[in-house]
């Protein structure tokens, strides 16, 4: 085992007994049997992070053995959906009985939800969080945690906003739906280019939103699913591709750049190979100020 194939769940160690944790996939598991290797069982107090509430990112739950510690503290913001479900609901409903033996409220530790929606920065620990909203088929939420001079950001499961407007057949209706229906029936050229004109400065914005969320981290992890010869058949799926994790990475002046959410039906060897060219690519571009990298199971950063 090279990469590794556990889903999505990482954890950043400020110092202290703080213990901050982003995603509960499966990768949750093996960090749950290490923390219980490091002798403070049943002393955990751990903020838990979550991208969003897909599968990959919550599936690692029930098998998170410090959860099941009485004494064990875990914090879980959770961000919000279109759905109105309970947050508890919504992480604890793949532990119901017919998908699993374990309740939730068997689990021993003492667990808190929080809704999460962006806004302005606040403050947990002495950690500064900024959680922005990303482009998902749900709400997804980024995150830029920074402590003591050094930058962490999470930008996954994203893809490139685009401009809806360059759609001709989907125009109209994407035209009532950002702008409350005006103009469709008197519809002419210079209102289509107009909505064009529009939908790409929007675009832009979102983009430079996504820039300036990891702007100068220390470490960037970032969604890089596809290369950008298999984008055009997966537009639409929220996930984004190794150029343009490179893109945000470069214009952000990150200094590491951790290619995340890799392709499952990707093998290693082909990984290795993307990233061998990728950091080619990157030294071309007269940019060895940015390391470039894929993300391996088990990887430990000091920054
Ligand atoms: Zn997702
Ligand atoms: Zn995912």
């Given at each position: ?28 598991r ?5 923390m ?15 991208s969003h ?17 009485p ?18 609901d ?8 017919s ?55 999470t930008?996954f ?49 979102m ?8 702007r ?50 990707r ?10 060219d ?26």
């Amino acid at each position: 085992m090279n990469i590794g194939g556990n889903t999505s769940c990482m954890e950043i160690l400020p110092g202290g007994d703080r213990h901050f944790i982003i995603d509960m996939g499966t990768g949750i598991r093996e960090l749950g049997l290490d923390m219980m290797g490091r002798g403070n069982i049943g002393r955990v107090n751990a903020h838990i992070f979550l991208s969003h509430t897909h599968w990959d990112h919550i599936h690692g739950f029930p098998f998170f053995v410090p959860a099941f510690i009485p004494g064990n503290k875990f914090r879980m913001y959770v961000p919000v959906n279109s759905l109105n479900e309970k947050l508890e609901d919504i992480v604890s409903g793949q532990m119901k009985y017919s998908y699993f033996p374990v309740p939730l409220d068997h689990m021993a530790s003492s667990m808190e939800f929080i809704e999460l929606k962006e806004g302005p920065p606040f403050e947990i620990e002495g950690v500064k969080v900024t959680a922005k909203y990303l482009n998902h088929p749900i709400l997804v939420l980024g995150y830029r945690f920074e402590y003591n001079g050094k930058i962490v950001v999470t930008e996954f499961d994203t893809e490139p906003y685009s401009n809806i407007f360059n759609e001709e057949e989907e125009g109209d209706d994407m035209d009532d739906f950002l702008f409350g229906g005006s103009g469709k029936d008197s519809a002419n050229v210079t209102s289509d280019e107009e909505s064009i004109n529009e939908g790409s400065k929007v675009a832009d914005d979102m983009n430079r939103r996504v820039v300036e969320l990891a702007r100068d981290a220390d470490l960037l992890i970032f969604d890089a699913q596809y290369t950008t010869e298999e984008y055009p058949t997966k537009v639409g799926w929220g996930h984004s591709t190794f150029d343009d994790a490179i893109n945000v990475a470069t214009q952000a002046n990150v200094k590491r750049l951790a290619f995340f959410h890799h392709d499952p039906t990707r093998y290693d060897e082909e990984l290795e190979q993307i990233e061998k060219d990728c950091q080619l690519k990157v030294k071309k571009m007269g940019r060895n100020d940015v390391h470039v990298f894929a993300a391996r199971e088990g990887m430990e950063i000091d920054l």
